[in-house]
Structures are given as C-alpha cells and as structure tokens.
C-alpha cells in the first residue's frame, strides 16, 4: 500500500523558518518524483517544489525560490522542505505527492509541478504564519 505521511507544519512568526517531511512507503522510491503542494482556504492547490528521487534535479515555484529548499535522503524514503524567511502568505495545508518518473516522461522537464502527475497524495500538514 502506498504511503505518504506529512509532518512538520506548525505555527510560526513571520520571518521564521521550518521543515517539513514527507515520508514515502509502498513504491520503489527511486522511480517516483516527489512534489510539495500546499492549498490555502479558498484557493487552488498549487505546487510548490519538485524532486527527482532518480537524479536529484529539483523546481521551485516562483513565489518560493530563494526561500525553501527541497532535498530527499533516498536511504530513508523521506523527502524535506526547508522552509525559510516564511510569509502570512505562505500559510496553507502542505501536501506531499508522489509520481512515476518513467511514466510521464517528458512531462516532467515539461511542467514538474502539474498535479495531473501525481498520482499518490499525503493527508496534508497545516503550516500557519503570522504576521
């Protein structure tokens, strides 16, 4: 059965940092890309950053690069997002996703970030900010 579990999310000042992970089981990790989305309320979820368990090549969305830092320890399963200088904005439900490399392909240099290439989610972990 695959897993996804979230853990991390918190409530943090503005200015603060912290660290989500994403721990994965059920799949030949290797061969799936690992992606963080978060879902503010009343929004769309989006996709904020993109990790190839298979060569470590990585995507950030704009709104976030500079600030958050995705890495994976392949020997764990687990993928992280550093998050740092956080906003009020960045405050959302984060959700871990996971997608075969090998089955989409070029679609993943393409747009990493869709989510019509994930095919297994996490339940989510809330992440506050205030201001």
């Known amino acids: 059965e695959v897993q996804l579990v979230e853990s991390g999310g918190g409530l943090v000042q503005a200015g603060g940092s912290l660290r989500l992970s994403c721990a994965a089981s059920?799949?030949?990790?290797?061969?799936?890309?690992i992606g963080w989305f978060r879902q503010a309320p009343g929004k769309e979820r989006e996709g904020v950053s993109y990790i190839s368990s298979s060569d470590g090549s990585t995507n950030y969305a704009d709104s976030v690069k500079g600030r958050f830092t995705i890495s994976s320890d392949n020997a764990k399963n687990t993928v992280y997002l550093q998050m740092n200088s956080l906003k009020p904005e960045d405050t959302a439900v984060y959700y871990c996703?996971?997608?075969?490399?090998?089955?989409?392909?070029?679609?993943?240099?393409?747009?990493?970030?869709?989510?019509?290439?994930?095919?297994?989610w996490g339940q989510g972990t809330q992440v506050t900010v205030s201001s």
């Open positions: 059920g799949f030949t990790f290797d061969d799936y890309a």
């Open positions: 996703a996971a997608g075969h490399l090998y089955t989409y392909g070029r679609r993943w240099r393409e747009d990493p970030l869709s989510r019509e290439q994930y095919d297994h």
